[in-house]
């Protein structure tokens, strides 16, 4: 049998609409990963035309893990708007808290639910001793991870563009 006509086990237990589901969590957290990256230049760089190509501070900044470049931000927030630090902080709490969300799409096992359109997920992490993590999402629960989670990224372009902190990043080519 051809590679590209065998089916793979985890076919028979989840449906097209839930690979597109979580596919849809992982693809959105990845655009919010390259958000952060130009919002951090943005933080960084002083706001001027010779400033606009992003390229020098992306190649310093590709790579970090997105706590360090929460971190990042936290500690130039705390220069740049200490009046606000604490609603920022939410804002980056909440993006956390995706995150989190976004690991458990990522680097769970999946398999049937128990409850007609859900698939179940075993999460196990390694801190502190084994802790296993059981849950179910039906597909619109899962899509509506990625909606929050783009609605989170939103969030913080729209505080930073309030206090003329953000522009929206080129775009790429196709």
Excluded at 78 to 104: G, H, M, W, Y
Aim: glycine share 4%; with cysteine.
């Amino acid at each position: 049998m051809d590679s590209q006509q065998r089916k793979l086990p985890l076919e028979d237990h989840l449906s097209d609409d839930q690979f597109k589901a979580i596919g849809l969590v992982i693809a959105e957290w990845a655009a919010i990963e390259r958000s952060l990256l130009y919002i951090l230049c943005d933080l960084t760089l002083p706001n001027t035309p010779e400033y606009e190509n992003y390229a020098p501070a992306l190649l310093l900044a590709t790579g970090m893990n997105y706590r360090t470049l929460l971190g990042l931000m936290v500690a130039i927030a705390q220069v740049r708007f200490p009046s606000d630090t604490k609603e920022f902080q939410k804002i980056l709490d909440d993006l956390q808290n995706s995150a989190s969300k976004r690991d458990i799409f990522a680097h769970s096992a999946w398999s049937r639910g128990k409850k007609a359109d859900a698939i179940g997920s075993v999460q196990l992490k390694s801190v502190g001793g084994i802790k296993q993590t059981t849950r179910e999402y039906t597909t619109s629960e899962i899509r509506q991870v990625a909606i929050e989670m783009h609605e989170r990224i939103h969030a913080l372009s729209d505080f930073l563009k309030a206090r003329s902190a953000w522009h929206d990043p080129p775009t790429t080519a196709a």
